[in-house]
C-alpha cells in the first residue's frame, strides 16, 4: 500500500528534475502567465511584551569565508559546525536584526545595522534596514532614539546614510557610558595601532561619531535607556558591550546584543571565541553567566546575530546550549 | 568588571516592567509621535529549487486544546511537550502552510488553506492565505494548477471562497485518484457514519466538491503534477496522502505535506499518532521511512505543519528527530 521508497524519492526526483531543465531554459522571458517574482519577502516582524510593541527588523545576512571567524578552534572544527548547521560551502552566515521598540510614549531602535554599502559587494545581502523599515511603515524621522549595544560597525554604522547625514535625524543617540570611553579615547586607539582589527574599530568609531559627539547620550547600566527598557552590562565581546531587558505587564524579553555572535556556533560551542571579541575569556565568561541565567528562567531571548526573526527560547545541552526558535505568530 | 547577575537580568527587570505599565495606560491612544502598528508581518516566504521559484504562503495557526489531539499517549505527555515546545499554556498552535510553485511556465499552488470562515472565531490567526497571497503580488487567477496532497478540510477548503464560488477561478485542480476514490466513495461514507471525525470528513470532502467534478484532474504517484513536481505516495494519515518532490538544476525539496502534522510532537516522538490519521499504524510506518530517507540525504523539507516559514532539515535524535529549521534569507 505504501510505495514510498528511496529511488521514487530522491533519485527518481533528482533524474526527473535534470530532465526538467531543458524546457525551462528561458521560460522566465517566454511565460508572461508565471514571471519570477525574484525578491524576498520584507524582513519585519512583531511581538509584543506585555503593553511594549517590539519589531524585529533584518539588515540582512552577510556571507563570510571561515578563515578565522573562530580564533581558538581549527579551522577545520569550525568549518564542521558550519555545515552541520547546513551554511553554504566553506562559509559563515552572520544575520543583522536590530530591535525596534515601540512603548507608546518612545520609538526606541536598539542598534542601527551597517548602514549603506558598509560591506558592499554584498549582492544586497547586507544594509537593509532602511527598506525593512519602510516595509514595516516606520519613517526614520518618526525614531526618538536610537540605544547602540557597543559600537561595532555592525550595530552602529547605520547612525549615517551613504552622504553621512543623520539616518534617524530626530534620534537621540544613546551609546553606553563605558563603551564611549573605550572607543573615544586617543590613548587606547594609539595602543591598538598594532592590531589591524581593533585599529579599524577604532577609526570606524572615530570616522561615525565626529561632529555628533553633541548628539550623544552617554548611559550607565542598571538604569533604564526608555521607558521598561534596562540597559544591562555584558562585558566581554567589547569593554563597554550592554544587553537589554524589556518588561512590560510581568513578560519580559531579553535583547542579548552580542553575547553570542552566530546561535549554531557559539551556543553550541560556548567555549568558542569569534575573532570579533575584545576580551574573549570575559565574553565567554559573560556568555555562560547570561545563558545558565536564562536557561533557568526559560526567558525569551533576542539575537542580533540569530537568524531572523531573531527571538527564541535557550535551553542547556549538556556543556552546550540549544536555540529553540520561537514559533510564527501571524496576528500579534 | 562584569556586573550581569541574576537579580538585576531578571527580579529587576520584572519590577521595573511593573513600575513602568502605569504611564503606559492609554498612551496608545494618546501619543500619536508612536502609534502601535498592531499587525504582523506579511506571512509569505520565497525560496528557489534550481531554476524554479517557490513561495512558503502562511494561511495562519490555529490553536486547538490539546484534548486528544494524539491519540495514543495520555493527555499530560502532549501537555508536557507541549510546553517543552513553548507553546501557550494547554494548547496546541497547528500552523498552515501552502506551497506556491512558479515553474517558470506554470503557477501551482500545492494545497490551498483553510478557506474564509472555516475555523471561525479565530482572531484572524486562520484563513489568511488569500491576504498572503496578495501581499505576495500573486492574483488568484494567475493560479494554472491546485495540487492538493488529501482531501482534509485545512488542505481543500480554501478551494471555495466564502460565497462558494471558486478562489481559484482558472485553476485545475488534481487531486490524487487514490485520495479521490475513498472520499467520493458513497460506501465508504456510509461504513464511517459512526466515527464522527471521519463522517465530517466525508461531508466536507462532499460539499467542496460537489458541482465541481468536471474540474477535477486525478493523477497518478510517480507522475508529474506540474513541471519538475512528481508526486509521491505516502499514506497512512489519509488513504490517497501525497508529498512531493521538486526538483531542478540538481536542487531538490520535499513537500512532505502531512507526513507528521506539528514536528514539536511527532518528529520528536514519530510512534505518536495525531487524531487525524485515517491508518495511525500505516502514517507511522510511513513517518519512519520518509525520515529517515531525508535524514540520511539531508534533504531540505517543507512541511504544512511546520512553523513558518516551515522549511528545514531533519536530522535523526537517537528514536527520535530533531527539525533544523532554514536560515531566512534575505535574497533569493
Known amino acids: 500500500m505504501n510505495d514510498l521508497n528511496r529511488r521514487e524519492l530522491l533519485a527518481g526526483a533528482a533524474a526527473i528534475g535534470a530532465a526538467s531543465v531543458l524546457p525551462l531554459i528561458g521560460l522566465k522571458e517566454a511565460s508572461a502567465a508565471a514571471p519570477a517574482a525574484a525578491a524576498q519577502a520584507p524582513g519585519f516582524y512583531r511581538y509584543k511584551v506585555g503593553a511594549i510593541e517590539c519589531t524585529s527588523i533584518n539588515d540582512?545576512?552577510?556571507?563570510?569565508?571561515?578563515?578565522?571567524f573562530v580564533s581558538n578552534v581549527p579551522k577545520e572544527k569550525a568549518q564542521a559546525e558550519a555545515e552541520a548547521a547546513y551554511m553554504p560551502k566553506g562559509m559563515v552566515a552572520v544575520?543583522?536584526?536590530?530591535?525596534?521598540?515601540?512603548?507608546g510614549s518612545k520609538l526606541v531602535l536598539i542598534d542601527c545595522g551597517l548602514g549603506a554599502g558598509m560591506l558592499e559587494p554584498s549582492k544586497g545581502r547586507v544594509g537593509r534596514l532602511m527598506q525593512n523599515l519602510a516595509a514595516a511603515g516606520v519613517d526614520p524621522k518618526s525614531i526618538d532614539a536610537v540605544v547602540l549595544s557597543h559600537l561595532h560597525p555592525d550595530h552602529?554604522?547605520?547612525?549615517?546614510?551613504?552622504?553621512?547625514?543623520?539616518?534617524?535625524p530626530n534620534a537621540e543617540i544613546m551609546v553606553p557610558?563605558?563603551?564611549?570611553?573605550?572607543?573615544?579615547?586617543d590613548e587606547n586607539a594609539a595602543k591598538a595601532q598594532s592590531n589591524e582589527m581593533m585599529k579599524g574599530y577604532f577609526a570606524n568609531a572615530k570616522k561615525v561619531y565626529t561632529g555628533i559627539e553633541s548628539k550623544v547620550t552617554k548611559y550607565d547600566w542598571g538604569k533604564e535607556v526608555g521607558p521598561?527598557?534596562?540597559?544591562?552590562?555584558?562585558?566581554?565581546?567589547?569593554p563597554g558591550h550592554t544587553t537589554f531587558a524589556i518588561a512590560s505587564g510581568g513578560s519580559t524579553v531579553l535583547i542579548q546584543s552580542d553575547v553570542t555572535n552566530i546561535p549554531e556556533?557559539?551556543?553550541?560551542?560556548?567555549?568558542?571565541?569569534?575573532?570579533?571579541?575584545?576580551?574573549p575569556a570575559l565574553?565567554?565568561?559573560?556568555?555562560?553567566?547570561?545563558?545558565?541565567?536564562?536557561?533557568?528562567?526559560?526567558?525569551?531571548?533576542?539575537?542580533?546575530?540569530?537568524?531572523?526573526?531573531?527571538?527564541?527560547?535557550?535551553?542547556k545541552d549538556g556543556t552546550k546550549y540549544r536555540l529553540v526558535p520561537a514559533a510564527w505568530n501571524p496576528v500579534i
Not at 521598561?228 to 567589547?238: D, K, L, P, S
Open 265 to 279: 556556533f557559539f551556543l553550541r560551542n560556548p567555549d568558542w571565541h569569534v575573532a570579533y571579541d575584545t576580551d
Open 177 to 185: 557610558a563605558k563603551e564611549w570611553e573605550f572607543w573615544m579615547s
Open 60 to 68: 540582512g545576512v552577510f556571507l563570510r569565508p571561515i578563515d578565522d
Open 228 to 238: 521598561g527598557i534596562t540597559a544591562i552590562a555584558a562585558v566581554g565581546h567589547t
Open 156 to 168: 552602529t554604522n547605520g547612525l549615517r546614510a551613504a552622504d553621512g547625514s543623520m539616518a534617524f
Open 95 to 103: 544575520p543583522f536584526n536590530p530591535q525596534l521598540v515601540n512603548t
Open 283 to 315: 565574553a565567554q565568561e559573560t556568555r555562560h553567566t547570561f545563558y545558565d541565567m536564562a536557561a533557568a528562567e526559560k526567558a525569551m531571548v533576542v539575537g542580533f546575530h540569530f537568524t531572523f526573526p531573531s527571538i527564541g527560547h535557550v535551553e
